[in-house]
């Protein structure tokens, strides 16, 4: 693929990053904004509803590790438009018959779906900013305000659909949110027509060292655990404390622009602390922002900054547990590092929403006792993230083999740095 002028990159890359705002910003996490109605229309439990979060949660886990197999075999190019396709179709079966097979199987898709777009336009994105490496990485930034971009337009619009359709309205919402899907899939359809599929080179990686990042991987599930039960189950809380449209409207918008501002926010933090200490003091502040107005009360201003803490932290958790992968092993290891943390995040994640939801049932319907546990998952994540200690990197066994395996897997490296 012939590398374009700068501007014409990074419009690419921009349009890339639709993938990551449909897949996942609206697909994945937008079910949060109709689980209220979807719930009370069918006369599920908590944890019923959190099931449908928990199968979406395991597709993307399933996806994220097909992944690189399905790119060697077909391409990034052609990955991103089947994930493309399988969310859209995903969505799309929601509104038929509300059997909970056609649900279980729908959620699972779009969040395979999900995941083949998003690592597939992280990767193609990384590949076009290696064309300019005075501005790598802020065009790699462009691609990743997808999600947060996602969340904002679909927080913006669906709740106040449901509320002028009412009660029993949550297909309508869906079909909204689905075409929102659609339109912003056009311009990273496009953007990926015409890539051509590179073969990789073939090289051995080093090892990861898995045992001795014990204390960041258990964090790392417990903060999987609590962030998705968290945004599973925030809407629904927000609604059943008195908030309406407008209200959890402004809540979910403001979390999904704040995780568009993380990376200008928490970047120098990120880069000068050690260990898991980051990790932590990030975990942590996305605890805080839980657990705001679970202790203030749902007020506007409280469930604002709730919004803002909360946004500002959960994708630079990613971000962070990164930067120590980077850190702490050779280039060669770093690929497989990151896929070693997605698997962990992916393990919290597929736990969260069903637990979250069986101990809000258990508590007699009680969501705020589900709510309570994902705060205490991040706090105790974000404990074991801070006795994370640096891993003494291995000498390489030459400067020569050092820049080799550093040039081949440094777009690797980058492109799944957030596909947790």
Known sequence: METPDRSAAARRVLMLGMAAAAGIGVARFAYSLILPDLRADLGWGYSHAGLLNTLNALGYLLGA???????????????IQAGLALTVLGMAAMLGPSTMT????????????????????????????????????????????????????????????????????????????????????????????????????????SAVRATAMVPLLLGYILFGVGAIAYMTFAIAWVKAAGGGARVQAEFWTAIGLAAVASPWVWGRLMGRLRGGLATAILVGVTGAGAALPLWLGANPAVLLASAMLFGSAIFAVVAATTVFVRRSHAPGAWAAGITTLTVAFGIGQTIGPIVAGFVSDASGGSLESGLWFSVL???????A????RDIARPAPSSASATRTALRMHHSAANASSRTR
């Open 377 to 383: 998952c991040l706090a105790v994540g974000a404990a």
């Open 102 to 205: 056609l649900l279980c199987v729908s959620r699972i898709a779009a969040g395979v779906g999900a995941a083949l777009a998003f690592i597939a336009g992280g990767a193609l994105s990384a590949s076009l900013a290696d064309g300019n490496p005075s501005r790598k990485a802020t065009m790699i930034g462009l691609f990743y305000i997808g999600p947060g971009l996602g969340m904002a337009l679909s927080g913006a619009s669906a709740p106040f659909v449901l509320a002028h359709f009412g009660a029993g309205s949550w297909k309508i919402a869906w079909a909204w949110l689905t075409l929102i899907a659609c339109v912003l899939a056009v311009p990273a359809l496009r953007a990926s027509s015409g890539a051509r599929h590179a073969e990789p080179p073939a090289l051995a990686g």
């Open 385 to 388: 993230c801070a006795a994370q």
């Open 65 to 79: 590790v097909a992944t690189p197999l399905v790119v060697r075999r077909i391409g990034p190019a052609a990955a």
